[in-house]
């Protein structure tokens, strides 16, 4: 088990740009895909980006890609949301999730996939 605590979250106008991290527990973080999900009163949580084991494959939701980008730092247990051009729509809680996987598989973009969870993080956006 890998606990994930993320932070980084804020109010920011539409616009601005903020980053969000997830550190996690273990150094056997680094052989999970990382994933990013948010939230809000009206929705279940919405798939936004996913990074593969290595670091080497990324992938976006529709309404982030060329605004958001994924990373990670294997040697401090770390993973990353870039967000820029931040918009009202892209309010809500955002989670770090986890999922222990083997170096071949396909990118995991649903939230049932994963197995760790952290809290969430509030991001608020105001137009």
């Known amino acids: 088990q890998v606990q994930l605590v993320e932070s980084g979250g804020g109010l920011v106008q539409a616009g601005g740009s903020l980053r969000l991290s997830c550190a996690a527990s273990r150094r056997a973080f680094s052989e999970h895909a990382v994933g990013w999900f948010r939230q809000t009163p009206e929705q279940d949580r919405e798939f936004v980006a996913t990074i593969s084991r290595s670091g080497g494959s990324t992938v976006y939701a529709d309404s982030v890609k060329g605004r958001f980008t994924v990373s990670r730092d294997k040697d401090k247990n770390m993973a990353y949301l870039q967000m820029n051009r931040l918009e009202p729509e892209d309010t809500g809680i955002y989670y770090c999730?986890?999922?222990?996987?083997?170096?071949?598989?396909?990118?995991?973009?649903?939230?049932?996939?994963?197995?760790?969870w952290g809290q969430g993080t509030q991001v608020t956006v105001s137009s």
């Open positions: 999730t986890s999922k222990r996987t083997i170096l071949t598989m396909p990118p995991l973009v649903q939230a049932g996939s994963y197995d760790n």
